[in-house]
């Protein structure tokens, strides 16, 4: 049986998650912005970008929503 790469053994296919948008603040003093389906997430990337960037992450946290 085909299986999507996305999906893993078990779970149900996704269906369109909203993204939200998070502000990343590294020691560098550099504030980035990442799109993520939830904080999780975003955190995982901020501390992925930090590492890329040979910078400590300083926060992560949810943009103003309109």
Known sequence: MYQNPDEHEGEKPHTHQ??????????????????AAN??????S?????????TQLINVQLSDEW
Do not use: K, P
């Open 46 to 54: 901020a501390l992925e970008l930090s590492e890329d960037r040979h």
């Open 39 to 44: 904080s999780m997430d975003a955190a995982f």
């Open 18 to 35: 909203r993204l939200s948008e998070y502000n990343v603040t590294l020691s560098s003093g550099e504030v980035l912005y990442i799109l």
